[in-house]
């Protein structure tokens, strides 16, 4: 099959690659129709992570089963299916409390598994024709079948639940000030549910002109962070109190207002810190990683980050962390689109085919042509 294969930094291909195969009773084979490209798949892309050559991308998966092991029972052939980026079992002691993004059981020795992603266990990306599913019966969300809300129901894999969970991490209520750092797809994600949830003011702060624009799209307010410290323009619009809550969707990769070509690893938790009065909450879906080869500095490189523990302390806020528990809110994410209660297609830019993957890396990279959310295609040889 053809699958969308990691070769060096900053260079994908397309190439034959084995096809899956069922090797448990519990497993299904997946002929993928939608397969999204991530923000978090950039990481690799850029050399950022110790990913090896050959490693098949793709942990945002949409498809019809083909091939069902002798062990499932609640699957059939033709199912249309979408898949948390989560390998989980199910089972285990976290799985069981509703924690799949910290599987036991999946990845051993390592809390957590995924699809084509670095230290996340042996499982094939699926950014290709087929996907091998373990675990089927609890990995796999059933749709309604046809085609339509194709663009929607591909962002239950990942970015539409991720975004959730940052508000519920800050534990996001109604009528309350929110503050979301970053408007890329997770942080436009994170902008949408809170307002989903009945969040009064939500402020969307970045600094591509297409993310604020889109933020301000879905009745979130734009703060460009290159116009002066967002903090203090965050606080002039809330009388300066600061929100009640704040959201990192940006991660380890920031950049300050001072100076956008140099990172600064911690500067979106500290700038969440001053933003958010005291007594409020911050969650962190934003990617953290416990090892960066390209980090700015020595500490950075071990992710240890200097963040303003004591200023947060003072304050009395609370930080809730870590990727997120898909399987935990896509079910209930799914019958809002269902019922027409919420659009989250609305961050997808460009529908490809699989072929043209080396390309939309590239331009999604450099954050170009209007390139926010790539939705991949296989089996199609023109562009939807």
Known sequence: MKAVVYQKPFNVAVKEVDDPQIQHPNDVIVRVTSTAICGSDLHMYEGRTAAKPGIVFGHENLGIIEEVGSGVTSLAEGDRVVM????????????????????????????????????????????????????????????????????????????????????????????????VFGAGPVGLMAAYSALLRGASKVFSVDRVPERLAKAEEIGAIPIDFTQGDPAEQIKEQTNGEGTDKGVDAVGYQATSHKDTSHEEPAVVLNTLVNTVRPTGMLGVPGLYVPSDPGGPDEHAKHGQLLVSIGKMFEKGQQMGTGQCNVKQYNRQLRDLIIAGRAKPSFVVSHTLPLEQAPQAYEKFDKRIEGYTKVVLRPGHALAA
């Open 84 to 179: 948390p980026f989560n390998v989980a079992c199910g089972f285990c002691k976290n799985c069981l409390a509703g924690k799949t993004g910290f599987c036991l059981t999946v990845n051993p020795g390592f809390a957590g598994g995924a699809y084509g992603y670095v230290a996340m266990g042996p499982y094939t990306g699926g950014q290709a024709e087929r996907l091998r599913v373990p675990y089927a019966d609890f990995n796999c969300l059933k749709l309604p079948p046809g085609d339509e809300f194709e663009n929607d129901f591909v962002l239950l894999a990942d970015i539409f639940p991720t975004g959730y969970h940052g508000c519920e991490l800050a534990q996001v209520k109604p009528g309350e000030s929110v503050a």
